[in-house]
């Protein structure tokens, strides 16, 4: 982002895509052009999110435990959406902000690896109404991505542990399309509700440099929020 760019809010844009597409590495890149990662989650903003009155909506009634009710990421996921906003809002927040693993992501998961919870009228209505919102702070969302092959091989080579890793090759290729269709679903849904840009960046040739430039050079000239 340019030094002379208006500071009437700091940039928020989310890096999304599927598992070693490459969104930490590019995340940690624009640190160094002084992005911030990510914003802080006060813990009662958490708990309350988690464990109130936010999942109560998400999820037609108080979290109970068993397989018909969300589970604990579930319910941080809801919790986190929620915290982040309240920070975003605080107004405490002056550098530009890059998430990972951030709305898009989250409101995405909900699509591949949801809980009976999840298949509600409720749960529908939370979400567009958490989608439309996010619409209203996100400015930017980048989707990277790489073929199957591509990413699977990445996936492997890392030392942490992903349930592609115990996948055949078409067990694999399944899952990683189911996320990149639940991806595209939630990034369409927060472009049409509000001006959030949408920015596709191929990662196959690994050229961090090349993809950061992309992604300084279109977030320069997204609109600033009031």
């Known amino acids: 982002m340019s030094p002379t760019r208006s500071q009437a809010a700091p940039v928020v844009i989310e890096?999304?895509?599927?598992?070693?597409?490459?969104?930490?590495?590019?995340?940690?890149?624009?640190?160094?052009?002084?992005?911030?990662?990510?914003?802080?989650?006060?813990?009662?903003?958490?708990?309350?999110?988690?464990?109130?009155?936010?999942?109560?909506?998400?999820?037609?009634?108080?979290?109970?435990?068993?397989?018909?009710?969300?589970?604990?990421?579930?319910?941080?996921?809801?919790?986190?959406?929620?915290?982040?906003?309240?920070?975003?809002?605080?107004?405490?927040?002056?550098?530009?902000?890059?998430?990972?693993?951030?709305?898009?992501?989250?409101?995405?998961?909900?699509?591949?690896?949801?809980?009976?919870?999840?298949?509600?009228?409720?749960?529908?209505?939370?979400?567009?109404?958490?989608?439309?919102?996010?619409?209203?702070?996100?400015?930017?969302?980048?989707?990277?991505?790489?073929?199957?092959d591509e990413l699977v091989r990445r996936i492997r080579s890392r030392p942490r542990d992903h349930v592609v890793k115990h996948m055949s090759g078409d067990m694999a290729a399944a899952f990683l399309d189911r996320y990149r269709c639940a991806l595209a679903r939630t990034a369409d849904v927060l472009t049409v509700s509000g001006s959030v840009q949408r920015l596709d960046i191929d990662t196959t040739a690994g050229d961090v440099d090349g993809v950061v430039r992309e992604v300084l050079r279109v977030s320069d000239r997204v609109p600033d929020r009031a």
Not at 91 to 101: E, I, M, S
């Open 15 to 148: 890096l999304a895509g599927p598992a070693g597409s490459g969104k930490t590495t590019v995340a940690r890149a624009l640190v160094s052009h002084g992005w911030q990662l990510g914003v802080p989650a006060p813990r009662l903003a958490m708990a309350r999110g988690a464990g109130g009155s936010m999942a109560r909506a998400a999820f037609d009634g108080r979290p109970r435990s068993g397989p018909r009710w969300p589970g604990r990421d579930e319910r941080r996921s809801v919790g986190y959406l929620g915290a982040w906003q309240g920070a975003l809002a605080s107004g405490r927040v002056a550098a530009p902000v890059v998430l990972d693993h951030g709305p898009t992501y989250r409101l995405a998961r909900f699509a591949t690896s949801g809980s009976e919870g999840t298949k509600r009228p409720a749960f529908d209505s939370w979400w567009e109404r958490t989608a439309r919102s996010w619409a209203q702070i996100l400015q930017l969302v980048v989707l990277l991505d790489a073929p199957d």
